[in-house]
């Protein structure tokens, strides 16, 4: 079993954890497409809970590698990005827009993915594997993704209309990619 503590194995202990993130955000992405919605959030949330213990597991066994991050950054694209999205876009934007606001909502849909997307990369290309900074500059995609649900829950629950998703949807892939200081946990 020492191979799961070898930080240049594919498959080491916190890289298994990220393919966990990865299986549960395709398996919510499944259930999406069924119209499951509680199961998807239910995955998303295993995906996000393995999401925080990969990163404490390769630090302190200290099996951060470039793979890693690469891996840790596509897991959060699926997880964080597309499964949240993917999710509104069935739930509100499928279920009550027609016309023109299932149009914008469309684009706001795509401008989120683009917006989750580039903060991903520019993490990546400017992030170090085992680099932990004090701050994040711009709402990490995990936080971005509780903020779309909570949106999600609202419209849910029509405390707020479809189309007002759409402008939150905006502002919160508006707010990945700011200068908002978010303090790392």
Sequence with gaps: M?????????????????????????????MISQNSFTAAIAFAWIGGAFDIFDGKI?????????????????????????VPVFLIFQAVYVAHLEGFWFLIASATSIYYVISGLRRLIH???STHAGEVEKYFVGVPTPLGAILLWFVYLAAAYTLIAPVIVIFLMILIGWLLNSNVKVRHP
Aim: net charge negative; aromatic share 20%.
């Design 123 to 125: 993490f990546n290309i």
């Design 58 to 82: 390769a630090r302190k066994f200290n099996l951060s590698n470039e793979f890693g991050v690469q891996l840790d950054s596509f897991a959060d694209f699926l997880s964080f990005v597309l």
């Design 2 to 30: 020492q191979f799961l503590y070898r930080p240049e194995n594919h498959f080491n202990l916190a890289n298994l954890f990220t393919m966990v993130n990865i299986s549960a955000g395709l398996i919510a992405t499944y």
